[in-house]
């Protein structure tokens, strides 16, 4: 079936990296995503990765792949009290998007 | 502004009457789908259309939800008979007809049933 699971709260210190992790059981999927919701705002794109790739860095974010595993990951370094956000992951099936239940990320100053 | 808008962006109504939302997505996109968000969840797929054409719609839809994208540009999402479990965020989003299905997400619709 379709699922895709992630811890639900994650809190860190402004300046540290934060990591979280996203499982997913579609082995078909040809691309997964990290998107960001801000309070009162829409969803935003960050990310994507090829699912034939293991890791991808934009910037402050990295995303790692383990596809035998079906685990994905995003790495923000250097987190700022802005990266403050619900964070969801989700795999592409037959077009469709199949969100995790999303990560609080809570950055303390 | 040249990003998926949606209106209206809050509904309140009462139990066992209808609402239609509608979306317009960016205009080149020949992808558009609906998803239901309730609070602290992830997005729910609803239903999707590339051009005019339904492709797929999820086991969430009962049949007091209908769709439409009749000139595969604008979509109207429509429920009969609200309940109170019809209360959510309704969200429009689309995409480019290319591999990597980026999707852009409207604000969404805030329903509240009451």
């Known amino acids: 079936g379709e699922d895709v699971e992630q811890s639900l709260f994650l809190s860190v210190r402004e300046g540290d990296s934060s990591v979280i992790n996203c499982t997913y059981t579609?082995?078909?999927?040809?691309?997964l995503y990290w998107y960001k919701q801000e309070p009162g705002a829409g969803l935003q794109l960050l990310t994507y990765?090829?699912?034939?790739?293991d890791m991808k860095q934009d910037q402050r974010l990295t995303v790692l792949l383990n596809k035998k595993d079906k685990h994905l990951s995003l790495r923000i370094a250097d987190t700022q009290t802005g990266d403050s956000a619900i964070y969801f992951c989700?795999?592409?099936?037959?077009?469709?998007?199949?969100f995790g239940q999303g990560t609080t990320l809570q950055v303390k100053p | 502004d040249t990003g998926v808008s949606q209106d209206p962006r809050h509904k309140i109504t009462k139990r066992g009457q209808n609402v239609t939302f509608r979306c317009d997505p960016i205009s080149e996109h020949n992808r558009l789908y609906w998803y239901r968000q309730t609070l602290g969840q992830g997005p729910e797929f609803l239903t999707y259309?590339?051009?005019?054409?339904?492709?797929?719609k999820s086991r969430l839809l009962s049949d007091r939800f209908s769709a439409e994208r009749p000139k595969g540009s604008f979509s109207t999402l429509e429920i009969q008979r609200t309940e109170q479990g019809d209360s959510a965020m309704y969200l429009c989003a689309s995409s480019a007809r290319d591999s990597i299905n980026e999707q852009f997400f409207g604000p969404g619709t805030r329903l509240t049933v009451l």
């Open positions: 579609d082995s078909s999927s040809t691309y």
């Open positions: 259309f590339q051009n005019e054409a339904q492709l797929e």
């Open positions: 990765i090829f699912s034939n790739m």
């Open positions: 989700a795999e592409s099936v037959t077009g469709k998007l199949i």
